[in-house]
């Protein structure tokens, strides 16, 4: 599975991005897509994550701020980021959990990451 991540950017506290990510056609079968972030000198860390059923969890930190949703397409998903903080400034990575059809072993596949700036 090919992820193509796109819609970072410098905007200012307060503002808004929506960050999307695109996987590619495979015999894969989806079950959850997710966005991670990663800070300088931090580790990286889950921001929010939607499930085939649609089900969603997000990091306490981003409650209310940002939404994770999938698109028409097959295989897509975006972040909104509303209400921006200095402190969201990181490189984000989308990844999926997929497997492959008719088998249980889970594979993580991680697209390239896409930069946010939050200035203040």
């Known amino acids: 599975v090919q992820l193509q991540a796109s819609g970072g950017g410098l905007v200012q506290a307060g503002g808004s991005l929506r960050l999307s990510c695109a996987a590619s056609e495979t015999t894969f079968r989806i079950d959850a897509m997710a966005w991670y972030r990663q800070a300088p000198g931090r580790q990286r860390e889950l921001v929010a994550v939607?499930?085939?059923?649609?089900?969603?969890n997000y990091a306490d930190s981003v409650v209310g701020r940002f939404t994770i949703h999938r698109g028409n397409a097959k295989n897509t998903v975006y972040l909104q980021l509303n209400s921006l903080k200095p402190e969201d400034t990181a490189v984000y990575y989308c990844?999926?959990?997929?497997?492959?059809?008719?088998?249980?072993?889970?594979?993580?596949?991680w697209g390239q990451g896409t930069l946010v700036t939050v200035s203040s």
């Open positions: 939607i499930k085939d059923g649609g089900t969603t």
């Open positions: 990844k999926a959990e997929a497997r492959r059809l008719g088998r249980s072993y889970i594979y993580d596949f």
